[in-house]
T-cell receptor, first 113, second 113 residues
Framework: KAGVTQTPRYLIKTRGQQVTLSCSPI?????VSWYQQTPGQGLQFLFE???????NKGNFPGRFSGRQFSNSRSEMNVSTLELGDSALYLC????????????FGSGTQLSVL | DQQVKQNSPSLSVQEGRISILNCDYT??????FLWYKKYPAEGPTFLIS?????DKNEDGRFTVFLNKSAKHLSLHIVPSQPGDSAVYFC????????????FGSGTQLTVLP
């Protein structure tokens, strides 16, 4: 079974631009969560989608948005990029609602210049 | 305000010895705790979890202890192996927000041969 796939692996953008990151969950997994990891920080929760609906949202500005498609694939978008948005963005999936462990992808490393 | 804290950014241990990684939390609503391991350029991988109704959970070389009164948990690795060298993250969640994990900032474990 293929794991969580995130594309692209690396991305370089300039301030003010927008970016879209993609995540394909493990086949059969319907819940997709996004996390941001910055140097020296733990992972910060961005949002979670289940059956194309956002279920939870973390404490991030409205410039951060996401969506989920009917095949459970998810995208997150960051508009008007700032230098502080440089981070590793991680996607995680889980099969059913519950306390099961999240399976993480390798992440997209975003650098904002 | 960091609700999950890992106060030791790094830990070095000799191969074969015990590694003890610590984690403190402040939110009394947390009732489920997890440990993840992360290698460079990879996403975090689940190690072990514990529910607040237990005070210990063991899986092979890994044991997690939970002290609810002190709001403290620890991960014991016995015996430590060089392949265990990685960043270890402690995470916690509340019932009703099972996949919204709050992570600590991580501890870099180095196991010396």
């Amino acid at each position: 079974k293929a794991g969580v796939t995130q594309t692209p692996r690396y991305l370089i953008k300039t301030r003010g631009q927008q970016v879209t990151l993609s995540c394909s969950p493990i086949s059969g997994h319907r819940s997709v969560s996004w996390y941001q990891q910055t140097p020296g920080q733990g992972l910060q929760f961005l949002f979670e989608y289940f059956s194309e609906t956002q279920r939870n949202k973390g404490n991030f500005p409205g410039r951060f948005s996401g969506r989920q498609f009917s095949n459970s694939r998810s995208e997150m978008n960051v508009s008007t990029l700032e230098l502080g948005d440089s981070a590793l963005y991680l996607c995680a999936s889980v099969a059913e609602p519950g306390r099961e462990k999240l399976f993480f992808g390798s992440g997209t490393q975003l650098s904002v210049l | 305000d960091q609700q999950v804290k890992q106060n030791s950014p790094s830990l070095s241990v000799q191969e074969g010895r015990i590694s003890i990684l610590n984690c403190d939390y402040t939110n009394s609503m947390f009732d489920y705790f997890l440990w993840y391991k992360k290698y460079p350029a990879e996403g975090p991988t689940f190690l072990i979890s514990i529910s607040s109704i237990k005070d210990k959970n063991e899986d092979g070389r890994f044991t997690v202890f939970l002290n609810k009164s002190a709001k403290h948990l620890s991960l014991h690795i016995v015996p430590s192996q060089p392949g265990d060298s990685a960043v270890y993250f402690c995470a916690a969640s509340e019932s009703g927000s099972a996949r919204q994990l709050t992570f600590g900032s991580g501890t870099q474990l180095t196991v010396l041969p």
